[in-house]
């Protein structure tokens, strides 16, 4: 049932692909530029839409933060994320005009349907963004969208979080589209990357034997620091989060502009750096990070669309696809986080004192 491979964790991040074609299926026109989701939610509503809400809990969370990011370039909406156990609806915002998005694989965690209530409750439109076909969260809700990327076992969500900004991206164009903020034109070529993920990602895996002989090299190293801007920030929260899930390493992510704030006192020859070099991700500016970490003798490991990074320790291609590099380029810190785990024999699917849905709060 692992279809070969020795934990399913490793055989849902070579779904990848196949996952995606089945969330974009049928619902991209490249030709007029444009996305057909099936949703019933009112143009005037879209039209006067003041604010769109993410709510989500940990790898759901992190898609929310690609997504907000995604909504401001796309649709020129004002877009924010909470953790759901956090998520309050702050006085001065009107109801009538927030759109709350609870992000979740499973559709039964406590602390995003718990929000997702108090949205409703406070009189916001509600939509749920999951991969479980009546979940929960779907009887919770206004509308209802599938990341349709088939069953995921592990503990650990990875394609899960691909199809999730996927979908969130076609949920962006949608939104930009009916409000009138976003011309057929760069909906198409936006339609044209999110077709060019699967492949780049295709593309990436095939390169599982350098992640695997990168992450047999520094595993055993005193903790591992995930840096990226704009897009790519999330991808390095996202990152940390899943090599300490399962390796049971210290790993952490960083906006990379914040090393110099404070966790640059934590860089040593012994902590690698793993940044994101992307379009969509500032690499200028955090290509003057990773001179800063150098400069303490931090091996750097970097996940690169750039023709020039020749200095650094590693360097892990990531194929062309716009917006969507950074979401390519987290493939890489799977792999390298399962090398990591798997090197110490970790019990991957099932991390000791994680379950894969969290019904209580
Ligand atoms: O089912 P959900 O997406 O609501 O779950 C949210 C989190 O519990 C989940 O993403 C968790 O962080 C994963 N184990 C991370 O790999």
């Given at each position: 049932?692992?279809?070969?491979?020795?934990h399913?964790?490793?055989?849902e991040i070579?779904?990848?692909?196949?996952?995606?074609?089945?969330?974009?299926?049928?619902?991209?026109?490249?030709?007029?530029?444009?996305?057909?989701?099936n949703?019933?939610?009112p143009?005037?509503?879209?039209q006067?839409?003041?604010?769109?809400?993410?709510?989500?809990?940990?790898?759901s969370?992190?898609?929310?933060?690609?997504?907000a990011?995604l909504f401001?370039?796309i649709?020129d909406?004002?877009a924010?994320?909470?953790?759901?156990?956090e998520?309050?609806?702050?006085?001065?915002?009107d109801?009538?005009?927030?759109?709350?998005i609870?992000v979740?694989?499973?559709?039964?965690?406590?602390?995003t349907?718990?929000?997702i209530?108090?949205?409703?409750?406070?009189?916001?439109?509600?939509?749920?963004v999951?991969?479980t076909?009546?979940?929960?969260?779907?009887?919770?809700?206004?509308?209802?969208?599938?990341i349709r990327?088939g069953?995921?076992?592990?503990?650990?969500?990875t394609?899960?979080?691909?199809?999730?900004?996927i979908?969130?991206?076609?949920?962006?164009?949608?939104?930009?589209?009916?409000?009138?903020?976003?011309?057929?034109?760069?909906?198409?070529?936006l339609?044209?990357?999110?077709?060019?993920v699967?492949?780049?990602?295709?593309?990436?895996?095939?390169?599982?034997?350098?992640?695997k002989?990168?992450?047999?090299?520094?595993?055993?190293?005193?903790?591992?620091?995930?840096?990226g801007r704009?897009?790519?920030?999330?991808?390095?929260l996202?990152?940390?989060?899943?090599?300490?899930?399962?390796?049971?390493?210290?790993?952490?992510?960083?906006?990379?502009?914040?090393?110099?704030?404070?966790?640059?006192?934590?860089?040593?020859?012994t902590?690698?750096?793993?940044?994101?070099?992307t379009?969509?991700?500032?690499?200028?500016?955090?290509?003057?990070?990773?001179?800063?970490?150098?400069?303490r003798?931090?091996?750097?490991?970097?996940?690169?669309?750039m023709?020039?990074?020749?200095?650094?320790?590693?360097?892990?291609?990531?194929?062309s696809?716009?917006?969507?590099?950074?979401?390519?380029?987290?493939?890489?810190?799977?792999?390298f986080a399962?090398?990591?785990?798997?090197?110490?024999?970790?019990?991957?699917?099932?991390?000791?004192?994680?379950?894969?849905?969290?019904?209580?709060?």
């Open positions: 049932e692992k279809g070969g491979y020795e399913y964790m490793l055989k070579h779904e990848q692909p196949q996952a995606l074609r089945q969330t974009i299926s049928g619902r991209l026109d490249t030709d007029i530029g444009d996305v057909d989701l949703l019933n939610i143009e005037e509503y879209l006067s839409l003041e604010e769109v809400q993410f709510v989500a809990c940990g790898t969370y992190y898609a929310g933060e690609y997504a990011r401001e370039k649709a909406v004002r924010t994320v909470s953790l759901a156990s998520y309050m609806f702050d006085g001065g915002r109801p009538s005009r927030t759109l709350t609870a979740t694989q499973s559709g039964e965690t406590a602390d349907l718990s929000a209530r108090t949205a409703a409750e406070a009189g916001a439109r509600t939509l749920a999951t991969n076909l009546g979940s929960t969260v779907t009887r919770e809700v206004d509308d209802s969208m599938y990327a069953p995921e076992i592990g503990v650990a969500a394609k899960t979080f691909a199809s999730q900004v979908t969130l991206a076609m949920l962006s164009v949608y939104t930009g589209k009916r409000c009138g903020s976003l011309s057929g034109g760069r909906a198409s070529t339609l044209e990357n999110m077709r060019a699967p492949g780049a990602i295709q593309q990436v895996l095939d390169r599982e034997q350098q992640v002989a990168v992450a047999e090299e520094y595993a055993d190293s005193d903790a591992f620091f995930f840096i704009d897009l790519g920030y999330p991808v390095a996202e990152g940390a989060l899943k090599l300490k899930e399962i390796s049971y390493d210290h790993a952490e992510g960083f906006a990379s502009g914040e090393l110099k704030h404070g966790p640059l006192a934590l860089v040593t020859e902590t690698p750096v793993l940044a994101v070099l379009e969509g991700s500032r690499s200028e500016k955090t290509l003057n990070n990773v001179k800063e970490v150098q400069a003798g931090a091996p750097v490991i970097v996940a690169s669309s023709e020039n990074e020749k200095f650094v320790d590693e360097l892990f291609k990531v194929p696809a716009g917006l969507f590099e950074p979401l390519v380029a987290n493939v890489y810190w799977q792999l399962y090398h990591v785990a798997d090197s110490k024999g970790r019990p991957i699917d099932k991390p000791r004192n994680l379950a894969k849905s969290v019904t209580v709060e």
